[in-house]
């Protein structure tokens, strides 16, 4: 009662496909319709840390192609400095970017930020280099320096994460409780902040800030890809948080992902529909019981939504 069949495609030609169905069936329980959630992403990840060079094992992008291989298309830059990385990848038209400790992004500052506006999803994890750099391409002001366990502005122990926000992609996430955070860099206190953080530590600072710019997002992660400053790329719930951070590549914001104080007040706009599926799964117009859905609908079909 059961088969398994394996389709190699392209992602270019994968993520084209709207239907799939098996030849000769003559039922609706033959077809598949395919929407954004079954594509798969390409993401281009450029580190700017030394120890992708040197260990390659103990780097971020070890640990990022990991998380990222089982729901995306990984693209690495080994070999080029970080703004030559940048600019291949934006000439490549990829959804998202990962710049890990890129510290200075000026000579590509123009084109990233246009790439951004134009709908790209920017995410940028912190380290020596971001910490020292006065950078603008983050979502929020950053403090320079960073802070560290048994520095100036140290804590006691570890820090936990605690919360996630309820307008972040994460609010449907359960909080880990071993996820310890031992450096991070911090963000300048301001009004915008709280309605741009995603998720926080256990003193109230951010871990994770993301604000909308244009059509796109830029979200930064405070500590860095790699386990020297938390223990996060150890853990499940990295693989859980890029996962939600790749399914907002390539699609349009919506008011379940809001970044920006005031955004949720937007419309979101409704979609008829067009065509159904019928008991044959022939495509045929829909009758007048179906309602139109809002564009970030994520529930699954009924009688008021039916597959289409």
Avoid: C
């Avoid at 600072?205 to 992660?221: E, Q, S």
């Avoid at 499940?236 to 939600?244: C, E, N, P, S």
């Amino acid at each position: 009662t059961e088969t398994e069949a394996s389709i190699k495609l392209p992602v270019e030609i994968r993520n084209d496909v709207a239907r799939l169905e098996i030849v000769g069936e003559r039922s609706a329980g033959a077809v598949q319709l395919l929407d954004k959630r079954w594509r798969r992403r390409t993401v281009g990840v450029v580190s700017g840390g030394d120890a992708d060079r040197a260990q390659p094992l103990l780097g971020a992008n070890y640990y990022l192609s990991r998380a990222l291989n089982p729901f995306a298309d990984v693209r690495l830059a080994e070999g080029v400095a970080p703004a030559e990385a940048i600019k291949r990848f934006l000439d490549q038209h990829l959804p998202m970017l990962i710049l890990a400790d890129v510290g200075n992004v000026a000579e590509q500052l123009q084109p990233l930020t246009k790439w951004v506006e134009d709908g790209g999803v920017l995410v940028r994890f912190a380290g020596p280099h971001l910490a020292a750099n006065d950078d603008t391409l983050v979502p929020v002001k950053l403090r320079r320096g960073g802070r560290i366990l048994g520095g100036t502005l140290s804590w006691d122990k570890p820090q936990p994460l605690t919360a996630f926000s309820r307008d972040s992609p994460f609010s449907a996430m359960a909080v880990p409780n071993d996820v310890t955070v031992t450096r991070q860099v911090l963000a300048e206190p301001d009004a915008q902040l709280p309605s741009r953080t995603w998720a926080t530590l256990g003193d109230g600072t951010p871990l994770v800030t993301a604000a909308r710019r244009g059509k796109g997002l830029i979200v930064l992660f405070h500590v860095t890809a790699d386990p020297r400053w938390s223990n996060l790329p150890l853990s499940g719930a990295f693989v859980d948080m890029l996962r939600h951070i790749v399914s907002l590549a390539g699609a349009t914001p919506s008011s379940d992902v809001q970044a920006d104080a005031g955004a949720s007040s937007r419309a979101v706009p409704a979609v008829p529909p067009t065509r159904v599926p019928d008991g044959f799964g022939a495509f045929s117009p829909p009758p007048p019981s179906p309602k139109p859905i809002p564009s970030n609908y994520t529930g699954r079909p009924n009688s008021e939504h039916p597959p289409g």
